[in-house]
């Protein structure tokens, strides 16, 4: 873990040979680099261009409490950075990474601690949306601290309790990230298709312009932001577009260009396999990864 170069998982098949070339190709392009400094690097080029960041300090589902520690601490590190170099950036847990496979309470405090600290230096913090089961306890943590501000949690159109998540989040009217969802889940959790997707996607949508007054629309889909920047027209709420890093950020900068608000989530660490391999996998448009590659 503290080896200075992307930390290879133990898939001794990827290892080296597949693992090399994934990382050597795809993590440098997603991924800003192994450490924090790596991550303001980046910041810096995005707020440049009139983006933000929202940063992310990979890993997931760690249950070691030494592990775990260090998530917290690098946060917290994060946090004091963003606000030394006054970065324009947020912050985006994995509450996973922050001891929720051991405990609720363990990931409750360390949330609260890290929460804590960002509130003191006027920071944002994103909770992460991640695997089915960790949804309620998510939602639950994020409760918890919601009506004291500067805390957003992210809802995943593709679940089929999305509307009714978002629905919830309502009553603290906090800002909400909502995502087409990146995890494998079955077929009674989430919708099969792309196109069921997309389409409770839109629902959500339109559900957060009719219920909050600022929110943020996460896709690379252009139907989805098209139509996010018609509504907005009569709506007049605080929308944020935001992309993944590496994906599209060439059109995140025109939509910045225009005057709209951009953020761009920039993951760093070691861990980078497990987030490599979800892009790659949603990319049965393998296709839209050789153009993202290509050109952003
Ligand atoms: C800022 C941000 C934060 C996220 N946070 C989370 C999270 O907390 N939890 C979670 O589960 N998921 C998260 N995701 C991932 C998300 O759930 C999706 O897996 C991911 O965004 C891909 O879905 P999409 O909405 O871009 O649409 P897709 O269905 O993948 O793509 C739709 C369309 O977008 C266009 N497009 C997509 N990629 C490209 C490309 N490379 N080049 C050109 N066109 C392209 C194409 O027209 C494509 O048909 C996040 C995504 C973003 C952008």
Redesign the pocket.
Known sequence: MHNPKFHIFPLSILNMGIGGIVERIFAGKWIAGPGIKDAVRRTKQLNALGMSA?I?YIGEDLTDKREIAEAVSTNLRLINEIRKSKLQASV?L?LTALGLRVSKSMARKNYNRIVGAARRRRVFV??????QDTVDDAISIFESQARRGGVGI?V???LRSGERNLARLFKKKAPV?I?????KESGKIAFDT?KE??GN?RVLMREAFTHLREF?V???????IKEALELNRSHRRRVTY???N???NG?AAELAAQGNSV???VPFGTRWLGYSL??LR??S?LV??L??LL??
């Not at 995502?179 to 995890?183: P, W």
């Open positions: 929202i992310n985006s994995k994103w909770i992460d949306a991640e695997s992210t995943q159109a593709y990230r995502v087409k969802g990146a995890y792309r997707t997309t996607y943020t996460a896709t690379h889909d252009d139907s989805l935001a992309m993944l590496g994906i599209r059109y953020a761009i989530y979800r892009r949603e990319e448009h839209l990864v153009r993202s050109g952003g």
